[in-house]
């Protein structure tokens, strides 16, 4: 089973990777998702409301990540997050690649496989995607 791990954002972040209704989907498609706790709050989604959709709650991001094959971020992951993946896993994030060169260095370092979400084509096939459009 794929375990997906959804953390919290900065401080100053608002959005979450994921809404209880994607939990939902993740699941149904045999997912494990595992929400750190309160990833949510500041997108009005408590705990609860993906707890009600099959995801697990962590009392932390390092519990969140423990065994995780997946990260899906808003806002660039830092290098620990990306670093407890597995090994092959992956992190799905805005990355700003050309912002930070040496904090994007610093992710590669970590061998994990990072897809920025701002490079997906913009064509409607791939429009639920977009992260520029939709936000």
């Known amino acids: 089973m794929v375990r997906i791990a959804v953390t919290a954002e900065s401080a100053e ?28 709050l500041k997108s009005r989604f408590a705990d609860a409301l993906f707890e009600a959709q099959g995801a697990k709650i962590a009392g932390s991001a390092a519990d969140a990540l423990a065994g995780a094959d997946i990260l899906l971020k808003v806002g660039r992951p830092t290098p620990e997050e990306l670093s407890a993946v597995a090994a092959d896993g992956f992190a799905a ?43």
């Open 13 to 40: 972040e608002t959005r979450v990777s994921v809404s209880p209704e994607t939990v939902k989907k993740l699941v149904g498609l045999g997912c494990e998702v595992v929400v750190q706790s309160g990833a949510g």
């Open 93 to 135: 994030a805005i990355l700003n690649p050309f912002d930070d060169r040496p904090g994007l260095d610093a992710l590669t370092a970590t061998g994990r496989t990072l897809f920025a979400m701002e490079f997906m084509p913009r064509i409607t096939r791939a429009q639920s995607m977009d992260v520029l459009s939709s936000q």
